[in-house]
C-alpha cells in the first residue's frame, strides 16, 4: 500500500471512530492489541480494520451486536 493510500485508511478509521463513539474504539483496540500504536499494523491488518468498522457501522444502523455479527474476536494474547 503507498503511504498516501496508508494514509487515507487511518484518516477514514479516525473519522468514523470521531463519527460513531466508542464502539469504534473496541474494534480499534481489537487489531491493535500487542502494538504501541495503529500505525504499526501491516497494511493486510489495516485494510481488515476498516472493513471491520465499516461493517461495525451497519451493524449499528441494524441494531446487530458486534458479537453476533463476529466482529469481536477472542484471539488476544
Do not use: K
Amino acid at each position: 500500500m503507498d503511504p498516501a493510500t496508508r494514509d487515507s485508511h487511518f484518516r477514514m478509521i479516525r473519522h468514523h471512530r470521531r463519527s460513531w463513539g466508542p464502539a469504534m474504539q473496541v474494534l480499534i483496540d481489537q487489531a491493535c492489541f500487542g502494538l504501541e500504536a495503529m500505525e504499526q499494523l501491516t497494511d493486510e491488518d489495516l485494510r481488515g480494520l476498516l472493513r471491520d468498522i465499516e461493517r461495525g457501522i451497519d451493524c449499528i444502523r441494524e441494531d446487530v451486536s458486534f458479537e453476533d455479527a463476529g466482529l469481536v474476536r477472542s484471539r488476544y494474547g
